[in-house]
Structures are given as structure tokens and as C-alpha cells.
């Protein structure tokens, strides 16, 4: 499963978080897969990433995901609401969606914790 999602082309920038009133928590993901995107009868065609976030509520604070490039997210357990692209979405488990190039998502965790998947690579 996870070498066919490693499979999707993406481009991804690692960002700063912002400035504001967006609250600074710096948050740390898990790396579970790094390597090159097969490609048949070549070289690698990129690197892929598969990171795992735990989120944690912070009595309600917005925390920002410190990826600006395109990207996959999946909610693995937990709700959120995440907002990019200046809009704010409800997110259950189970949900996938994607974030393009140069947007930036917030999350607020709904419960007491949310667990975060993101799928990213580079050429």
C-alpha cells in the first residue's frame, strides 16, 4: 500500500511558520517512509515522504503544519478543523485531501488529540 501512494509525484517545501496570531507550537513529525519514487527502467524519479503528526489540543490553539509544497493529508484518528486556501474544513478520521504549492494549513484539534498523516516528495 504504501509503495503505491509512494508512487504519486509530488512537490513539496519545507516552510517557517508564520508570524501572528497563529500560535508558535513547533510540531515534530514521525518519519514512517523515506526513499526514492521507483520509476521502471530508470533512475529514481524523486524522494518520497510519509510523516505522522501528533497533534495535541492546546486549549484551542490554532498549530501550524511546517509544509508549503503540494502534499496528501490523511486524518488517521482524532477531529480537526484545518484551514488553507482561506478556507476552514471539518476533518473525521479516515479523510484524505490535498494542499497545493504554496498554501499553508492550521490545525485545531477538536478533541484531545489528532493524528496526522502527510505524504510529500520531491524531483
Not at 77 to 88: H, N, P
Request: zero cysteines; charged letters at 15%; hydrophobic letters at 40%.
Amino acid at each position: 500500500m504504501t509503495k503505491g501512494i509512494a508512487t504519486i509525484a509530488l512537490i513539496a517545501l519545507f516552510g517557517l511558520p508564520s508570524t501572528g496570531a497563529i500560535a508558535q507550537t513547533k510540531l515534530s513529525p514521525q518519519t514512517l517512509y523515506e526513499g526514492p519514487l521507483p520509476q521502471k527502467d530508470a533512475a529514481p524519479a524523486g524522494q518520497t515522504s510519509i510523516k505522522s503528526w501528533k497533534v495535541f489540543n492546546r486549549k484551542g490553539e490554532v498549530q501550524y503544519i511546517p509544509l508549503t509544497g503540494f502534499y496528501v493529508a490523511h486524518l488517521l484518528s482524532g477531529d480537526i478543523e484545518a484551514t488553507f486556501d482561506g478556507q476552514t474544513t471539518k476533518f473525521e478520521p479516515g479523510a484524505y485531501w490535498t494542499v497545493k504549492v504554496g498554501a499553508t494549513m492550521q490545525v485545531k484539534v477538536l478533541g484531545e488529540m489528532a493524528v496526522l498523516e502527510t505524504i510529500t516528495a520531491t524531483k
